[in-house]
């Protein structure tokens, strides 16, 4: 058996730290899954936040200088995250409700452009599977759009939770891969 050196430990360290991550992804995505409301109000939630942060880096931005005109501007933008975070964070079923047609909207808006890219492509190998992507995307973009009020209760959250999920396995499959190379480099 070959010694180890700095950099497979390292590898074997951040494989390691990976398959934790993945694990703690996969039990995230589940349980959005499983209670998507809950999960939905902690984006709504989490979006507040994120735009009261970014309203106060624009306040920050503005005493950069750079003239009038851009101070202006960073302070009109930081003074319109800051109410839509506000509004976030008091009112997150309002909020989750705004997120959701939000959602909806770019989701159809993906559907229409892969499917004018289908016909733009549609010559090329496996462009199909643009067409069926996009028929897929205005189908759930639909549901969600006709759906809504209600379907704020679940659209994000099972969204997010399958996101999570998925990501959870790609990573633990890329930290068991890696482990396995590590063993194979160290015999």
């Known amino acids: 058996m ?14 390691g730290w990976l398959i934790v991550a993945a694990i703690l992804f996969i039990v995230v995505g589940a349980f959005a899954i499983i ?18 942060f970014g309203g106060v880096s624009h306040f920050i931005s503005a005493f950069e200088g750079g003239g009038a ?26 909020g989750l409700g705004t997120l959701t047609l939000l959602l909806a909207a770019v989701i159809l808006v993906a559907g229409v452009c892969e499917i004018v890219t289908y016909f ?21 973009g639909g549901m969600i759009w006709l759906h809504w009020p209600s379907s704020s209760v679940w659209a994000i959250g099972t969204i997010v939770g ?7 396995v790609t990573r633990l499959m890329v930290g068991l891969t890696g482990r396995r190379l590590i063993r194979h480099a160290t015999a």
Do not use: D
Not at 2 to 15: C, D, Y
Not at 35 to 52: D, F, H, K, R, T
Not at 120 to 136: P, T
């Open 69 to 94: 005109r851009r101070v202006l501007f960073q302070i009109l933008a930081g003074v319109v995250f800051l109410i839509g975070g506000y509004y976030m964070l008091t009112h997150p079923l309002l």
């Open 120 to 140: 733009r492509l549609r010559s090329e190998q496996a462009s199909g599977w643009m067409l069926a992507n996009g028929i897929l995307a205005l189908v759930l």
């Open 162 to 168: 399958v996101n999570l999920l998925f990501t959870g």
């Open 2 to 15: 070959a010694t180890e050196g700095p950099i497979l430990k390292g590898a074997r360290r951040f494989s």
């Open 35 to 52: 209670e998507p409301a809950v999960a939905g109000l902690g984006v709504a939630l989490l979006v507040g936040w994120l735009l009261i």
